[in-house]
């Protein structure tokens, strides 16, 4: 069961950080759209950057954790429980 909760808090810490290093990669092609043509995709990943960024996509990104969690520490007790 220690094991599971361990797993569990692992999600959380992978699940932020796996958002946070989408950000990073849309950043990282974002500075290499230089050219003219480039604009309307640079302003889309723009948006999508400010969404990443947003307080709004940040706690809906720890609710899902949470909820996730909550689910597999359901899941654990009834595989104990059993």
Do not use: N, W
Not at 6 to 33: D, F, K, T
Not at 40 to 45: D, N, S, V
Request: proline share 2%; aromatic share 4%; with cysteine.
């Amino acid at each position: 069961m220690l094991l599971r909760a361990v797993q569990c808090i692992h999600a959380v810490c992978c699940g932020r950080a796996e958002a946070h290093r989408a950000l990073e990669l849309l950043e990282e092609y974002h500075s290499r759209l230089t050219h003219p043509h480039d604009r309307p995709l640079r302003l889309a990943i723009e948006r999508i950057m400010r969404i990443f960024k947003s307080r709004l996509f940040q706690a809906l990104v720890g609710q899902y954790l949470c909820s996730s969690i909550r689910r597999l520490s359901a899941e654990t007790l009834c595989v104990v429980c059993t």
